[in-house]
């Protein structure tokens, strides 16, 4: 990616697969960071639990878009 990848939100695991999943259910890349340490060691909470949802710098508005309104329940159809 030419802007490289930018951190739209740092969650638990389970969270971070949500946001993933809303993401791509957008139609947009994805990447997490941090989720092999949790996988590894069993952390799923706290600190060492956190994972990064990145996705590329062109989109982050639009990703940013989707996690506020996704979050108030309010998720946009108009793809």
Do not use: S
């Amino acid at each position: 990616m030419p802007g490289g990848w930018v951190t739209v939100a740092v969650r638990e695991r389970v969270e971070a697969l949500m946001v993933q999943g809303l993401l791509e259910a957008a139609g947009l890349p994805v990447r997490l960071l941090g989720e092999a340490l949790g996988n590894i060691y069993g952390f799923n909470t706290g600190p060492l639990g956190m994972v990064q949802v990145q996705v590329p710098a062109e989109v982050a508005g639009q990703a940013r878009d989707l996690l506020a309104a996704g979050f108030q329940g309010e998720v946009p159809h108009d793809r």
